[in-house]
C-alpha cells in the first residue's frame, strides 16, 4: 500500500475539483457579484487543500496497486463530497454543516436528493454548481483523472477498474486511458447535444445548460422547484425522456454505434440492451393501465415519471405519489433494478438482474434434469460460475445494506414509509422517494442523523457496494 501516492492523487483531485469552481464564480459575475467571492474563496481553499495533499504525497510512484485503488476512489468521494459544500456553506445556501455535505454528497454522487427550496429564486451561480457536481460526478470525476493521471505521473488502470465495478468491463481501446478520454468524449458530445435540443426546443439557455449536465448525468437537480413541471412543454418532455433513456445505456454500446457509423446493430445485439428497453416497455405499460383510467394523469407525464424513475435519474413532472398504491410499489422496485451496467445510472443494473433471472432457470431446469450441463449466458457468450457467484453475492450484500439504512434511518425518528423509501432513493442513487421526500418535498425535514445515515447510502450506492466494503476486509490491509 503507498499511502503517500493515495495522498498525492487525492491531492490532484482536489486541485483540479477546485478549478471547476471557478466556472461559477464567472457566471456569478454577470448573476451576482456577491458570488463570486464566494467560489473564488471555495476554489482557492479546495485548491490549496489539493496541493498541501500533493505536497505531503512528494514524488509520484512508477505503479499503483490495485489496493491503492480502492483507496483513492473510497476516499476520493469523501474528499471531493466535503470540498464540494465549501460553496453551500460560504454562500449561506445552506445554513448548517450538514445541510451543505448533504446537498454536496448528494449532487457528486447524482443522487439528485435536495434539501433545498426556492430554487426559482436561487443565484444562478449556485444552480450551476449543483448541476457541475452532478456532471463531474455522473462518469465518475476518477474517470476524468485517469485520462490526465498519466500527464502527473500517477497511473490510472487501477482507478478505472475501482470506479466502475460490474460483471462486465468492456475497454472501448487498448490503454485505459484512451478509454477514459473517449468516454468523456462521448460524455461531453451528448451534453452540448441535449442543452442545444432543448434550448431550440424552448428552454433558456442557462436552464437547457443545467438540465444538460443534470439528464446526461442521470442525476435529477433542477433550476426550479417544480422540476421538470416547470416547463409547461411535451416537446421539452419528450426530449428529456429521450435523452434520459440514452444515459442509461452502456457507453460502450454508444461508443461501438458511432464507430461502425451510427449502426443501430450495436445496440439491437446487446443482451442487456434489449433488457433493457422490455423491462421499460413493460414498466410503462403496467403502470399506464393502472394509472390512466382514473385520470391519475396524462399519459406524457406517465412516460416521462416512469423513465425518470426507472433510470433513477429523479426529475418529475408530477406528484406521482398520489398515483394509485400499485404504482409505487412497482416505481419503488424500479429503482433496485436501475439503467445498465457502463452507464451513468444507479441500481443495481439491469445486466445482474438479467443473470439472476437465468441462473434461476438454469436451476429449475438442473432439478428436471440433475445431470444436464447448463450454462449461463449473455448473448453467445458463457458467463463463468465466478462472475456469477460475484453476481449473487452484490445483491445479497447490497439488500443488506438497503436494510440496514433503512432500519437505522426508522431510529432516527423517521416514519416506515419514508425510511424505506428514502433509504432505497439513495442507495440506488435515485434522490426523491415517497413519503415525506416525495418529489413535491425535500429531504431537509430529516434530523441530522438521518441525513448522515442516507449521505453514507449515498456513496454506498456510487461505489457500488464492492469498493467500499473491501476495505473492511483485515486482509486488505497486510503487506
Not at 485503488?69 to 468521494?77: E, K, S, Y
Request: charged fraction near 10%; hydrophobic fraction near 55%; glycine fraction near 10%.
Amino acid at each position: 500500500m503507498h499511502f503517500l501516492a493515495v495522498i498525492r492523487t487525492l491531492g490532484i483531485l482536489a486541485g483540479l475539483f477546485g478549478l471547476s469552481m471557478f466556472v461559477p464564480a464567472i457566471v456569478g459575475f454577470f448573476d451576482s457579484h456577491d458570488h463570486i467571492r464566494y467560489f473564488l474563496i471555495s476554489g482557492v481553499i479546495t485548491i490549496a487543500v489539493g496541493l498541501i495533499m500533493v505536497r505531503v504525497g512528494g514524488k509520484a510512484p512508477e505503479n499503483l496497486s490495485h489496493r491503492d485503488g480502492f483507496l483513492i476512489v473510497a476516499l476520493a468521494w469523501i474528499t471531493l463530497s466535503m470540498l464540494g459544500a465549501i460553496p453551500f456553506w460560504v454562500s449561506g445556501a445552506c445554513t448548517t454543516f450538514v445541510d451543505g455535505l448533504f446537498e454536496s454528497t448528494s449532487g457528486l454522487t447524482t443522487t439528485g436528493a435536495t434539501v433545498l427550496s426556492g430554487l426559482d429564486q436561487m443565484p444562478h451561480s449556485i444552480l450551476l454548481w449543483r448541476s457541475m457536481q452532478e456532471w463531474l460526478g455522473g462518469m465518475g470525476i476518477i474517470v476524468l483523472a485517469v485520462a490526465v493521471m498519466p500527464l502527473l505521473g500517477v497511473g490510472g488502470m487501477q482507478l478505472f477498474k475501482a470506479e466502475t465495478p460490474g460483471p462486465v468491463k468492456d475497454k472501448l481501446t487498448a490503454r485505459v486511458t484512451d478509454t477514459a478520454k473517449m468516454l468523456w468524449y462521448l460524455y461531453l458530445i451528448m451534453t452540448m447535444v441535449t442543452a442545444m435540443v432543448l434550448w431550440l426546443a424552448g428552454m433558456t439557455l442557462f436552464d437547457a445548460i443545467n438540465h444538460a449536465m443534470t439528464t446526461i448525468s442521470i442525476g435529477g437537480f433542477s433550476t426550479h422547484d417544480a422540476s421538470i413541471g416547470y416547463f409547461d412543454s411535451l416537446e421539452i418532455r419528450s426530449f428529456i425522456t429521450l435523452f434520459m433513456f440514452l444515459a442509461g445505456v452502456n457507453f460502450t454500446l454508444h461508443f461501438a454505434a458511432l464507430r461502425r457509423g451510427f449502426s443501430v446493430h450495436a445496440y439491437t445485439a446487446d443482451d442487456e440492451f434489449r433488457t433493457y428497453c422490455k423491462w421499460l416497455f413493460s414498466l410503462l405499460l403496467i403502470i399506464s393501465v393502472i394509472t390512466l383510467p382514473g385520470s391519475h394523469g396524462a399519459w406524457d407525464e406517465v412516460i416521462f415519471n416512469t423513465v425518470s424513475i426507472a433510470t433513477t435519474t429523479g426529475f418529475a413532472v408530477s406528484d406521482y405519489a398520489a398515483w394509485p398504491p400499485g404504482t409505487s410499489l412497482l416505481l419503488f422496485a424500479a429503482m433496485f433494478i436501475g439503467a445498465c451496467a457502463g452507464s451513468t445510472g444507479g441500481g443495481m443494473k439491469v445486466v445482474r438482474f438479467l443473470l439472476l433471472f437465468r441462473q434461476g432457470l438454469r436451476e429449475i431446469h438442473r432439478l428436471i434434469h440433475p445431470h444436464a450441463i447448463v450454462h449461463v449466458k449473455m448473448g453467445e457468450t458463457r458467463v463463468s460460475g465466478s462472475v456469477v457467484q460475484a453476481v449473487w453475492g452484490f445483491f445479497v450484500l447490497f439488500i443488506v445494506c438497503y436494510a440496514i439504512v433503512a432500519v437505522l434511518l426508522a431510529c432516527t425518528g423517521v416514519d416506515m414509509i419514508t425510511s424505506l423509501t428514502a433509504a432505497a432513493a439513495c442507495i440506488t442513487n435515485t434522490g426523491p422517494g415517497f413519503g415525506t421526500v416525495g418529489p413535491a418535498s425535500t429531504y431537509a425535514d430529516l434530523p441530522d442523523a438521518g441525513k448522515g445515515i442516507l449521505m453514507f447510502a449515498m456513496i454506498l450506492g456510487r461505489l457500488e457496494v464492492f469498493t467500499f466494503f473491501v476495505l473492511l476486509v483485515p486482509e486488505f490491509w497486510r503487506k
